[in-house]
């Protein structure tokens, strides 16, 4: 039986605390600048929700920053992951340091699917790397994201219509990016059955 979570949702269409992934959803989906996190407790919950969210967005919970990392893996690297409340649906993706397991980046979440996600994820990583003069790796749990980057291409079946169109702009500016510049990251596919959820996981399984 999966673990009740409590989901705080600090800006939204209504504010407050949610037991459920779907309700919260509602409160974020098309929201400009929503503020929201999912806590393993309602005690964590109530003391997150009266206080401020910048002291928590970023932030893994208890359970999940005391997991330390697989020997195999670089510390010195990031982590990207993307999530899809349906498929399509609110798509959202991520990228974390690992050494600290502090968020770095957020998108989200927009109409789309998730290995769309996974993709702009990756790409999103590369292009803020590359900017910074990085050249650590970057994890990523999709082969198919990783297929895509190489190609760059985000070779997605999701129509482009009026409801897509802006998340398709952003697919075609991360394909510019990655046909017009050059980056030594290496990429590395993180090994779940292995290694555990990867970092970036939004903990929604």
């Known amino acids: 039986m999966a673990k009740q979570k409590y989901y705080v949702v600090w800006e939204g269409v209504t504010p407050g605390i949610y037991t459920s992934w779907t309700e919260c959803q509602l409160q974020i989906k098309g929201f400009v600048g929503a503020k929201y996190k999912s806590f393993n407790s309602k005690e964590e919950a109530d003391q997150a929700f009266s206080s401020s969210p910048y002291a928590y967005m970023g932030k893994k ?11 195999s893996v670089i510390e010195e690297g990031l982590a990207v992951d993307a999530a899809c409340s349906g498929n399509p649906g609110a798509m959202e993706y991520r990228g974390v340091y690992l050494k600290t397991r502090e968020e770095i980046f957020h998108f989200g979440p927009m109409k789309g699917t998730n290995n769309i996600g996974e993709f702009l994820a990756l790409a999103h990583g590369l292009a803020l790397l590359s900017k910074k003069n990085l ?30 169109e802006e998340l398709f702009q952003i697919i075609e500016r991360a394909e510019i990016w990655l046909k017009n510049n050059k980056y030594s990251n290496r990429i590395i596919k993180w090994e779940t059955k292995e290694w555990g959820e990867i970092p970036a996981d939004f903990g929604r399984k």
């Open 61 to 71: 919970t208890k359970s999940t920053t005391k997991r330390a990392l697989p020997a």
């Open 135 to 164: 050249t650590m790796p970057i994890y990523s749990d999709s082969a198919n994201a990783i297929s895509w980057i190489k190609q760059k291409k985000c070779k997605t079946k999701l129509p482009r219509t009026a409801e897509t």
